[in-house]
C-alpha cells in the first residue's frame, strides 16, 4: 500500500570537524512525535520535496518517491566512496509516468526549505528484463539485480536551482523550481526508470524515481 505521506529529515551536526549525519524516515500515520521533537532540536535539517512530473497540456501530474540519499563521504574524508542510505519505504506505484518521444515534460517541486538544493539532474534508465518471479513492476525494486535489470542511463538535463535570496543553508528564496526535458525521438517504446537527483549542500544528493512508459508520437 502507498504511504500517506512521506518525509525523509536529515540532520548535520558539527562537532570537532566531524560531521554526523542523523537520517530518520517519516512514514505517514505511523509516525512517531518523537522524531519530530527530536529534529525540532536542531537548527540544519534537510526535508525533501515532493517531486512531480507533467507534461505540456496537464493531462497527468505524476509524483516520484525518494529512493534513496547518496552521502559524498568525501566531504568528511573518512571514505573515498559514497554512501547510499536506503528508504526502505519505497517502491514503485501507479500511475506510471506515460512519456511520448518528442514532447517536453516539466519536473517540478517546492523549494521553501531554510537548506534548498543546488542543483538538479534528470536520467532515464531503459528496464532491460525483469525477473520471472516478478508479476508486476510495483513487486519489483529498481536497486536489486534480481528483481530487473537496468541499462545505462540516458542523461536528460542537468539544471540550477539556484534562487535569489536562498543560497546554501539560507533562508529566503521560496519558490517553485521547474525545469523541463524532451524525450528523444530514438529512444525505444518500453518501461525505463525515470531518476531525479536533487543535489544539496554538505554532499547529500536526494534520489527520486517511479518507473515511466515511452510509447510513440501515435501511440498516445
Avoid at 63 to 77: G, P, Q, R
Avoid at 100 to 111: A, L, R, S
Wanted: glycine residues 8%; without cysteine; hydrophobic residues 35%.
Amino acid at each position: 500500500m502507498r504511504k500517506t505521506s512521506s518525509t525523509v529529515v536529515i540532520i548535520l551536526i558539527f562537532l570537532s570537524g566531524f560531521t554526523v549525519f542523523l537520517f530518520s524516515f517519516e512514514i505517514g500515520n505511523n509516525s512517531s512525535n518523537n522524531g519530530n521533537a527530536l529534529a525540532q532540536t536542531f537548527d540544519k535539517a534537510i526535508f525533501f520535496p515532493q517531486v512531480n512530473v507533467t507534461d505540456s497540456s496537464n493531462d497527468q501530474n505524476t509524483s516520484l518517491d525518494e529512493e534513496f540519499i547518496v552521502v559524498n563521504t568525501n566531504a568528511s574524508n573518512n571514505f573515498q566512496i559514497p554512501i547510499e542510505v536506503a528508504n526502505p519505504d519505497f517502491g514503485l506505484y501507479p500511475p506510471f509516468i506515460k512519456l511520448v518521444d518528442g514532447q517536453k515534460y516539466t519536473v517540478n517541486f517546492p523549494n521553501d526549505e531554510d537548506i534548498k538544493p543546488t542543483s538538479m539532474s534528470i536520467k532515464l534508465a531503459p528496464i532491460l528484463s525483469v525477473s520471472s518471479d516478478i508479476q508486476n513492476l510495483t513487486d519489483a525494486d529498481p536497486e536489486n539485480p534480481d528483481d530487473m535489470t537496468l541499462g545505462k542511463p540516458i542523461d536528460m538535463g542537468h539544471y540550477s536551482t539556484a534562487v535569489a535570496g536562498g543560497g546554501e543553508g539560507q533562508e529566503g528564496g521560496n519558490s517553485n523550481i521547474n525545469s523541463s526535458f524532451i524525450v528523444p525521438t530514438n529512444l525505444k517504446s518500453g518501461n525505463y526508470i525515470l531518476y531525479i537527483y536533487l543535489q544539496y549542500p554538505y554532499g547529500i544528493t536526494g534520489v527520486f524515481s517511479n518507473a515511466a512508459t515511452i510509447t510513440g508520437l501515435e501511440k498516445k
